[in-house]
């Protein structure tokens, strides 16, 4: 497995196998990887003859006041792990390799962006956006790999590959939780112990809301009430950021549960920000 650290070389390599006639996937990571990661890697390595991991704990996704500081970061581990599940490269750049000090070219969905994590995260998937555009140019992938525990993040760059006529295929692949439910995020190491004993409170109050949709309930508003006070019930200190519904393609907002719809959450517990999400079907 070999290292490469800017645009140039991987283009270089990308370049080289595809001249070959070897098809490429690509997995985009923020690195730490978990056993959600190593899902889509082991997914994406049987799609295509090369695998290209991204570790890239990019910038311009994170608001001023967020976490990019302290977001967990372990290179050594990842590249091992990357090279134990078959990768054939990773990509590891500096934030100055991949934006020049003048970067001034941004894309967006605004539309998708705003609502959901959009509402507290304004600049979130504009950076979201910029940088997978620019990895999926740097290695022009047959596929590439992502999580739906993010499915804004994966309804927005569908939307984007949609728009911009890219050839890559965007897969999404189920959720990987925990034993007791929890999705698995690099962020849950920020958990102190009592707090990730009590988070599993998201998807079990996700399920509830499943469960009442199959016994008849349709009102959105009463579903994320219900959600709201079994929360408020089993994880007092958490603030629900949001509890919405909305259309699973196009994300637009959703009144009545009458065909399949989105119910994605983000809970605030302590300083931790956790998301979840549910595909209610009706
Ligand atoms: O989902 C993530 O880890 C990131 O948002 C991504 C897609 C790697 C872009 O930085």
């Not at 109050?205 to 579903?223: F, K, P, S, T």
């Not at 919405?244 to 517990?269: G, K, M, N, W, Y």
Request: charged share 25%; aromatic share 6%.
């Amino acid at each position: 497995m070999d290292l490469f650290t800017t645009p140039a070389s991987l283009r270089t390599q990308c370049r080289q196998w595809r001249e070959q006639g070897q098809s490429i996937a690509l997995v985009p990571t923020m690195g730490f990887l978990h056993d959600g990661h190593m899902s889509l890697i082991d997914h994406a390595r049987a799609c295509a003859d090369k695998l290209v991991v991204s570790v890239f704990v990019n910038p311009t996704q994170f608001g001023p006041n967020e976490d990019l500081d302290r977001y967990p970061r372990d290179l050594p581990r990842d590249l091992a792990l990357a090279e134990a599940h078959g990768a054939d490269a990773v990509f590891a750049p500096e934030a100055g390799a991949m934006y020049q000090p003048d970067h001034a070219t941004w894309v967006e969905v605004p539309e998708m962006a705003k609502g959901l994590c959009g509402a507290s995260r304004p600049v979130h998937f504009r950076g979201v956006c910029t940088v997978v555009l620019k990895l999926l140019n740097l290695v022009q992938p047959k596929v590439a790999v992502f999580g739906q525990k993010d499915w804004q993040q994966l309804a927005i760059l569908r939307r984007m590959a949609r728009d911009l006529d890219l050839d890559a295929e965007l897969m999404g692949m189920p959720i990987f939780r925990e034993p007791d439910g929890l999705a698995m995020s690099s962020r849950n190491v920020y958990l102190t112990p009592d707090e990730r004993s009590r988070v599993p409170a998201i998807r079990q109050g996700l399920l509830l809301a499943q469960r009442r949709v199959a016994a008849g309930e349709r009102d959105a508003e009463a579903l994320a009430l219900m959600f709201r006070e079994h929360l408020a019930d089993t994880l007092p200190d958490a603030r629900v950021d949001y509890a919405s519904f909305a259309h699973p393609e196009s994300l637009a907002p959703v009144a009545r549960i009458d065909a399949p719809t989105l119910l994605a959450v983000a809970v605030f517990i302590g300083k931790v920000r956790l998301i979840d999400n549910i595909l209610l079907e009706v």
